[in-house]
């Protein structure tokens, strides 16, 4: 009932910027939580951050914390992951995900000199 679309990613080089979008369509009244993860090649999908609707709660990984912020515009359904001081570590394709369920197709976020 929900369908997510990323948008945002692209090369950038360390240090640098990038914001993610995640476009939310369908039935939205029913999500409570977006959260972000990423996949780098030959390793397991990992926890980024996550927003609960309700109340706008946020929760970071440690390894993101301080770096990397989501924010959302209601009106638009779309959540934002602002990547900021990009590692090459965070190298791989993000991933939206709507009530620790529902995935989008993914972005791919290469950071690289």
């Known amino acids: 009932q929900v369908q997510l679309v990323e948008s945002g990613g692209g090369l950038v080089q360390p240090g640098g910027s990038l914001r993610l979008s995640c476009a939310a369509s369908g039935h939205t009244d029913s999500i409570y939580a977006i959260s972000w993860f990423r996949q780098a090649p030959g390793k397991e999908r990992e926890f980024v951050a996550s927003?609960?609707?309700?109340?706008?709660?946020?929760e970071y990984a440690d390894s993101v914390k301080g770096r990397f912020t989501m924010s959302r515009d209601s009106a638009k359904n779309t959540v934002y992951l602002q990547m900021n001081s990009l590692e090459p570590e965070d190298t791989a394709v993000y991933y939206c995900?709507?009530?620790?369920?529902?995935w989008g197709r993914g972005t791919q976020v290469t950071v690289s000199s």
């Open positions: 995900n709507c009530n620790w369920d529902i």
């Open positions: 927003l609960t609707r309700h109340n706008g709660y946020t």
